[in-house]
């Protein structure tokens, strides 16, 4: 779990990992999709995959309040994970729970409900686990998290993005 900075390193990251979007054939349709769907007035005035960039740069990386000035994102909430008020309120990405289970920092602790298993490899799952505090010692239960497994991050950022902002406001 981690603390949400905004700095240089982070701006290029973040600009980096746009531009790597930006050239995938999911935010293609993504871009098509909002063209002719948006009910989001800001994704209206989107013509251009650059201003499906910024547009999505804002609302994946702006920083927010959940309880003190700019201490989350959605992008912190969904792929990274968050912790507030000694709870685990994020972390929806299969691969980062993978990689926080190899460095010993989750433990799995099996799957709760309905797991719904697609022909194209992905699964929709939810997950418990237990995840190790910055805290030596300190261990936070995530009773309830909902991942899609074997889903590529641009997957994701489109369909939660089209969502967002083509879905009922």
């Known amino acids: 779990m981690t603390t949400y900075k905004v700095n240089a390193e982070a701006r290029h990251e973040q600009t980096t990992f746009l531009a790597a979007l930006a ?52 992008f912190e909430h969904v792929f990274v994970g968050e912790e507030s008020r000694g709870k685990i309120i994020g972390l929806h990405n299969w691969i980062q729970v993978y990689l926080e289970e190899k460095k010993g920092n989750i433990d799995y602790l099996g ?33 309830v998290s909902t991942i899609l497994v074997g889903a590529t991050p641009e997957f994701e950022i489109a369909a939660l993005s089209l969502a967002f902002l083509c879905g009922e406001q």
């Open 23 to 74: 050239a995938t054939p999911h935010l293609e349709f993504a871009l098509k999709y909002i063209k002719a769907h948006a009910k989001d007035e800001r994704a209206k005035r989107v013509a251009t995959m650059p201003e499906l960039m910024k547009l999505l740069k804002d609302i994946w990386f702006t920083p927010y309040r959940r309880w003190r000035p700019n201490d989350s994102s959605g």
């Open 111 to 143: 799957w709760t409900g309905r797991q719904d298993k697609h022909d194209d490899g992905v699964t929709l799952a939810t997950i418990k686990f237990a995840w190790a505090d910055d805290k030596p010692g300190e261990v936070t239960i995530k009773p």
